[in-house]
C-alpha cells in the first residue's frame, strides 16, 4: 500500500493544524530568487534541506512498515505542514535530529541517513529511545523521542492509508479515530516490519 500526500494531509489535520491549498507549494527544492536575497516571503515559507529530509525518511523507515511505499513524499509533506508557523517547535526538530545525526557520526562514522535500517534502529535502542518519555526540553533521547519518534509515528497511525496497515480500522480524521489511535502501539507496525522497534 501507499502513502499519499493526501495521507500527510489527513493526518495534519488530526494535528489541528490549519493546512491552506498553496501553504505546501514551492518549500522544497532549488533556492529561489527570494531566498537569494533573503525576502520575507522566503523567511516565511520553512522548507526542508536534503539532509533534513533524509534524515527524517531514514527514521521512518525504521518505524514504518518495509512494504510501504510513499513514504519520503509522505514525511516531506507533513513535517512542512507541521513546522509552519512554529518556530519553537521548528526549531526543536532540527535540534534534535541535527544531534541524532551528529551521534551517527560519532558512532558509526557516518550520516544517520547513510546507515542501513537494521543499525538505524540499533542506535535508538542503543540510547533507550523505544522506552524514552516524550520531552521536548528533555535529554536528546527524550527530544528525539518527542520531535522525531512520536511525531512521525502519529502522522503514520492518523492516515487513512497507515491506520489500515497496522490495523486500525478507524484512523484519526474518521470516526472514532483518536481512541484507534490510542490503542495503536509501536509493536503493531514492527510486528509487520520484523519487529524493528517495539512500544508506542
Same mark, same amino acid.
Do not use: C, H, K
Given at each position: 500500500m501507499e502513502l499519499t500526500r493526501r495521507d500527510a494531509l489527513a493526518a495534519l489535520a488530526a494535528t489541528g493544524s490549519a493546512i491552506g491549498g498553496g501553504v505546501l507549494a514551492g518549500r522544497y527544492g532549488a533556492p529561489t530568487a527570494d531566498a537569494a536575497t533573503g525576502s520575507d516571503q522566503s523567511r516565511s515559507?520553512?522548507?526542508?534541506?536534503?539532509?533534513?529530509?533524509?534524515?527524517?525518511?531514514?527514521?521512518?523507515?525504521?518505524l514504518y512498515p518495509s512494504d510501504v511505499e510513499?513514504?519520503?513524499?509522505?514525511?516531506?509533506?507533513?513535517?512542512?505542514?507541521?513546522?509552519?508557523?512554529?518556530?519553537?517547535?521548528?526549531?526543536?526538530?532540527?535540534?534534535?535530529?541535527? !544531534?541524532?545525526?551528529?551521534?551517527?557520526?560519532?558512532?558509526?562514522?557516518?550520516?544517520?541517513?547513510?546507515?542501513?535500517?537494521?543499525?538505524?534502529? !540499533? #542506535?535508538?535502542?542503543?540510547?533507550?529511545?523505544?522506552?524514552?518519555?516524550?520531552?521536548?526540553?528533555?535529554? #536528546?533521547?527524550?527530544?528525539?523521542?518527542?520531535?522525531?519518534?512520536?511525531?512521525? #509515528?502519529f502522522a503514520f497511525y492518523s492516515s487513512p492509508t497507515g491506520g489500515r496497515l497496522v490495523g486500525i480500522e478507524n484512523p484519526i480524521g474518521h470516526p472514532g479515530g483518536i481512541k484507534s489511535y490510542q490503542r495503536g502501539s509501536m509493536s503493531d507496525a514492527a510486528a509487520t516490519q520484523g519487529d524493528r522497534t517495539d512500544d508506542g
Open positions: 515559507s520553512p522548507s526542508l534541506s536534503t539532509p533534513l529530509l533524509d534524515l527524517l525518511d531514514g527514521v521512518a523507515e525504521v510513499g513514504r519520503r513524499a509522505f514525511v516531506e509533506t507533513y513535517v512542512l505542514g507541521r513546522i509552519d508557523d512554529q518556530p519553537s517547535y521548528r526549531a526543536g526538530m532540527r535540534e534534535a535530529a541535527a !544531534q541524532l545525526d551528529a551521534l551517527a557520526r560519532d558512532w558509526e562514522g557516518t550520516a544517520y541517513a547513510t546507515l542501513d535500517v537494521e543499525t538505524r534502529d !540499533q #542506535l535508538f535502542r542503543g540510547i533507550g529511545v523505544e522506552t524514552a518519555d516524550p520531552e521536548p526540553a528533555g535529554t #536528546l533521547t527524550e527530544r528525539v523521542r518527542f520531535y522525531l519518534v512520536n511525531d512521525l #509515528l
